[in-house]
């Protein structure tokens, strides 16, 4: 069962609007969520964070959005740019007083593609 | 550059050989972390260390796979007897004590199993 969904495997966009890429979670036990961006042959690297005490993160371009009652967070990026395009995996993850040691579980991801 | 690294970058090999990879994570980061991802997957967590101690492994870890951290720096993990379905980007990961929630990751090993 997968515990962290990302139902969009894709994503198109224009250059200059804003892209949402969409994640949810059925785990209860996840407090920490995690956005990292992947280009092909490349490890994840690190994006954007939040905490379950908080519902919204901005970092620049970035924001994450989390809405715990539906298990549901969202990555913002405005203005969408070219080298934003990626692949975007949403990652959960639970501390050890909730038997996880902060290992993470990720979603499929989703590729999106920012047209000039 | 003092990010994660992991050698080689790719592996080709004969199904039923033995491969080792490295990790070498960021400097001062106590954690340590091992995933694998196969196409069209999220990665999927193997193992992690805290300093030289192994706390937890997967199921997805069979007895051909073991990891080692000897001195709480560099990690190795070893495939022995590769069958095709090891084929996979091996990942790994680092993060710093008290901030253990943000993990960084190398560029990954590619492996291929012919």
């Known amino acids: 069962d997968q515990q962290v969904k990302q139902n969009s495997p894709s994503l198109s966009v224009q250059e200059g609007r804003i892209s949402i890429l969409n994640c949810d979670y059925t785990?209860?036990?996840?407090?920490?969520f995690l956005w990292y961006k992947k280009y092909p042959a490349e490890g994840p690297t690190f994006l954007i964070s939040?905490?379950?005490?908080?519902d919204k993160n901005e970092d620049g371009r970035f924001t994450v959005f989390l809405n715990k009652s539906a298990k549901h967070l969202s990555l913002h990026i405005v203005p969408s740019q070219p080298g934003d395009s990626a692949v975007y995996f949403c990652a959960a993850s639970a501390p050890i007083e909730k038997g996880s040691n902060y290992k993470l579980t990720f979603g499929k991801g989703t590729l999106l593609t920012v047209n000039p | 550059d003092t990010g994660v690294s992991q050698n080689p970058r790719h592996k080709i090999t004969k199904r039923g050989q033995n491969v080792t990879f490295r990790c070498d994570p960021i400097?001062?980061?106590?954690?340590l972390y091992w995933y694998r991802q196969t196409l069209g997957q999220g990665p999927e967590f193997l193992t992690y260390?805290?300093?030289?101690?192994?706390?937890?492994k997967s199921r997805l870890l069979s007895d051909r796979f073991s990891a080692e951290r000897p001195k709480g720096s560099f990690s190795t993990l070893e495939i022995q007897r590769t069958e095709q379905g090891d084929s996979a980007m091996y990942l790994c990961a680092s993060s710093l004590f008290g901030e253990e929630e943000t993990q960084y990751f190398g560029p990954g090993t590619r492996l291929l199993v012919l």
């Open positions: 400097s001062e980061h106590n954690r």
């Open positions: 260390f805290q300093n030289e101690a192994q706390l937890e």
């Open positions: 785990n209860s036990m996840f407090d920490y």
């Open positions: 939040i905490s379950s005490i908080k």
